[in-house]
Structure formats: C-alpha cells, structure tokens
C-alpha cells in the first residue's frame, strides 16, 4: 500500500494560486499597497522563512491583526474530508507536502482539523525550500523514511509533478477541471476518488 502526500493550494484547497486568487484581492479591498509582482515577491519570501507574516501585512501595508480574516477565505475542496476518511480507514500513511507561509498554514490546518489525518507535514516556510526544487522531495523521501516508488505524490502543478516524478516518485496531477498540459506519460485525477485506486 502506498504512502498518500498531499500538495495543499490546488488539492486540499480548491485555490490554486492564493496570490492571485486571495491575498490580492484582500490586500486590495482593505486598501493596502503593493501590484501583484510585488505581492508575489513578499509572499515568496515569507513562503521559504526570509519573512514572517507580520512583516509581510506590514509590507503590503495591511493591519496584521487581519491576518484571521484573510485566512477565512480559505475552504477546503469538496470530497476532500470524505476521502481523508477513507484513506484514513483503510490505514494509509498520509503526508502533506505544500508552499506556503508556515503560520497561514499551521492556522488552516487547526481551524479544518486536518492535523489528525497527516502523519507528517512539510511546508516550504518550515524548511525554506519550495517545490519543485528538488531538495525539498529529498526532504521528504528522508523524513518519511519510505521509498520513492512507494509514495503517490497529488499536486495540481505539473512543474511540481514533473519534479517528483525525475526522483522516482510516483506521481499524480489532481486535475478537477481536465488539465492537459502534461503529456501522457503523467497520471491525472479529475477527483479524489480517482485516487483510491491508485492506493493499493
């Protein structure tokens, strides 16, 4: 039985860029400053540990004791619990594997009471890596202590597929909406329960 590791934006989350698709919008409708390319760069910082969340609301010019608010309009993916459940019955060993902000990320976590489901997280703020660099599967492979063929690998970028899969990871590009931007030779999912099967 396979080792399950969930990428977070995209899988867990239904959003897949939260730069574009939340902190923006937010930082925009609370008056804050900075365009998306600077945004992005802050949150880029923040996401490998060079910047704490308080200092990016600072950056963007936004009252860090909004941060809660912010996080609000995160949800989860529909089906995402029902499959946990499952997975989580038929005894399989899960992982979460995301970048983000270590705070934003232990927050979600409490608030949607994931943490029971995931034997092992690693987030990019913690470690200061983001996929796809490949130091960051390394880090997985060895913290896991489970080998590369035994891990399915679920994230909605096919660079961080792509990535994985050059280690040996087996890998799956979770794909509600039918992407097709990687060739064949990658697995797709459309939904969770497209990836039961691929469990055993």
Known sequence: MKVLVLDA??????????VRGLLCPFITAKHGAGDYDTVEEYYNKASVGKMTAHDLWKAVSIDPRLEDE??????LTP?????LKKAESRGIEMWC????LAEWS???RKR?????FFRGVIISGDVGLRKPDPMIFRLLLERSGVPAKQLLFVDDNPKNIIAAAALGI?????SPTGDTRLSEKYRRAAAFDDILPLLD
Request: aromatic share 16%.
């Open 106 to 108: 232990q927050k979600l």
């Open 170 to 174: 087996d890998s799956v590009l979770f």
């Open 9 to 18: 934006m995209g899988v867990i989350y239904p959003v897949g860029d939260d």
């Open 79 to 83: 089906g995402l619990l029902d499959f």
């Open 97 to 100: 594997l995301s970048n983000d």
């Open 112 to 116: 949607f009471g994931l943490q029971q």
């Open 70 to 75: 912010y996080l609000q309009g995160f949800e």
